[in-house]
């Protein structure tokens, strides 16, 4: 489990990061701690897709649909918070 959390951190970094910050920004929405709690519910669940035992496909599932969600969830945020994260960012 700890390898797949460290291969999943190496690709959404800087995703993280930005989601980390909404979540701290006063103008947040409601909905996007429900969002990222579902977010960390998928990934720390030992239920899969795809189940971990199949070679190579059991951490795929894990690796393409965390950062499509949560680049899926940056998209949707108000204008003003992306603006905002994206000041810091750079």
């Known amino acids: 489990m700890f390898k797949r959390l460290a291969v999943l951190w190496t690709v959404v970094r800087g995703d993280a990061l930005a989601l980390w910050r909404a979540l701290k920004h006063p103008l947040a929405p409601g909905w996007l701690k429900w969002a990222v709690g579902g977010v960390l519910l998928y990934v720390l669940s ?6 971990e035992f199949i ?9 393409v649909l965390v950062p499509m969600a949560i680049a899926f969830i940056l998209r949707k945020l108000p204008a003003a918070v992306r603006a905002d994260i994206g ?4």
């Open 55 to 63: 070679p190579l496909l059991g951490v795929v599932d894990d690796i």
């Open 87 to 90: 000041a810091r960012r750079v």
């Open 46 to 51: 030992p239920v899969d897709l795809i189940p």
